[in-house]
């Protein structure tokens, strides 16, 4: 589980955020039980936070039809 703490320590030091929709892919399975030569790899889906602008906000003009 020490993977999935990692994405989120990178994501908020480089502005971004974790999604929903983690997946793991094995890619190397043990060759006997208990063996530690596993190789799982995590995909997590990230979103960039943007930067706020703050912009006045718009007068309503009233348009006579």
Known sequence: ILGYGQ???WAE???YRTLDGAREVSLHLPTEPGA???LTEIQQ???Q???TISRKPRRRR???A
Do not use: S
Request: charged content about 30%; cysteine-free.
């Open 7 to 9: 994405i989120g320590e």
């Open 13 to 15: 030091r480089n502005g």
């Open 36 to 38: 530690a030569d596993y």
């Open 45 to 47: 889906p990230v979103e």
């Open 49 to 51: 936070l943007t930067a």
């Open 62 to 64: 009233n348009v006579d």
